[in-house]
């Protein structure tokens, strides 16, 4: 019986297995191991060196000088710059045309992130195109009309949360029914409550036992809200001097270029650095003993968060989680039963969020319990490939 290709697409930047970091490319790294076997599963993006997952092929998609160099330009330029958009169009458009050529013989096409790279594909009789929505970029303005041009040619359009299939179904109402729901998952044998964390973490960080950690995880970038956390931490750590906030994660992915916000956070934590740490990138498997090492995870997102990782990661290990109240985070957290959900953009009540919770541990340790029970319910990587694969098998 011949099994079914499926070509899985990431975007234009990192490689998988993810050696850069970058949430997509884990997300694709784990569910494509998850389901080679009975399917034929290729990865396409750019090259990782030898990094391999066994059982899953991979095909590299090298970078080109042109793209190299417009790649800098976007690493230099601020978020709003026009120049990001044109060095964005430019290294889509060439690597899309590249993707389009590797996909050619596949059963399934299954596209992450990138609705751009559709109208490079052409289908075969007999293909599937599958896209899988992580952000809300469906919603880009300036992108819409190629975005319209683009769904028609997927079958399925997948999204990490009702926020996200939402919002999509109000941009293209014509493309309603293509628009579904899966939720994200984590692996809670990897991310759990370790009972010796702090141990795994020497040579990296020294936490001090008489301490207590907040820790932030994420992209230092102004839609994650760290300067809001910053702001917040000012009065938390007024009112409990021995609490440390540690903050992780570079400006996109490990060795991303250094920015102008990431010189801000650290000019307004100056007047409290001696309790704030910076560690910069930190890989997962360092990352499942931090979350679990600490006191208390804040995510302070002040955008439409959809539904980040850190939030299954953070509930998974058994630490109280304290998040804005955005995008999809609710589908997931529900407030005081597994967690804590602020207003987003506003470090009072950030503050006070996270000092009730350090004057209460036993209420702290009671919603953390609950938060890990509902990812070991719910939300594995084996529940997501089975509804994967079951969306897969239900193509006509």
């Given at each position: ?33 998850r ?11 750019r090259?990782a ?68 790279i ?17 952000n ?14 683009a ?41 759990q409550p ?14 001090d ?57 650290e ?12 560690t910069?990138?930190?890989?997962h ?28 990661e953070?509930m ?18 529900e ?16 503050a006070?969020?996270?000092c ?33 694969t079951?969306?897969f098998?239900?193509?006509?």
């Open positions: 019986m011949n099994q079914t290709s499926i070509a899985i697409v990431v975007p234009e930047l990192l490689p998988v297995p993810p050696v850069q970091g970058g949430a997509v490319e884990h997300w694709v790294d784990e569910a494509s191991v389901m080679a076997g009975e399917r034929r599963i290729t990865v396409v993006s090259p060196g030898d990094a391999a997952r066994p059982g899953v092929a991979y095909i590299g998609i090298p970078w080109t000088p042109l793209e190299q160099y417009f790649h800098r330009i976007k690493e230099r330029v601020t978020w709003r710059h026009p120049l990001r958009y044109l060095a964005k169009i430019q290294n889509v458009y060439s690597y899309g045309r590249r993707v389009a050529a590797a996909v050619a013989p596949f059963d399934v096409v299954y596209l992450h992130n990138e609705p751009n559709l109208l490079f594909l052409r289908r075969r009789p007999g293909q599937k195109i599958v896209l899988h929505m992580h809300d970029h469906l919603s880009m303005k300036m992108f819409r009309w190629f975005y319209r041009r769904l028609a040619k997927a079958d399925v359009v997948l999204c990490v949360s009702d926020y996200i299939r939402r919002q999509a179904v109000a941009q293209f109402p014509e493309h309603a029914a293509r628009f579904q729901v899966l939720f994200n998952s984590t692996d809670p044998e990897v991310f370790y009972p010796a964390a702090a141990a795994q973490l020497d040579g990296l960080l020294q936490l036992p008489a301490r207590r950690y907040l820790l932030y995880v994420g992209r230092l970038n102004p839609v994650k809200g760290v300067h809001v956390l910053i702001e917040a931490f000012a009065e938390i750590h007024r009112r409990h001097p021995d609490v440390r906030l540690i903050i992780t994660g570079s400006s996109f992915f490990g060795g991303a270029a250094r920015t102008d916000y990431e010189r801000q956070l000019a307004l934590a100056k007047p409290i650095n001696h309790a704030i740490i910076f910069g990138f930190l890989p498997e360092k990352l499942r003993y931090l979350y679990a090492a600490v006191d208390m995870i804040v995510l302070p997102s002040v955008w439409q968060d959809p539904c980040p990782l850190v939030v299954l953070a998974a290990s058994g630490t109280l989680l304290v998040s804005s109240a955005v995008g999809g985070i609710p589908e997931v957290m407030h005081q039963v597994n967690g804590l959900l602020v207003a987003p953009n506003d470090p009072a009540a950030l006070d969020a996270v009730g919770a350090l004057a209460a541990p036993a209420d702290s340790a009671a919603m953390a319990a609950a938060a890990r029970a509902k990812i070991v319910r719910g939300y594995t990587w084996q529940r997501l490939v089975n509804e994967l079951a969306t098998d239900g193509l006509k």
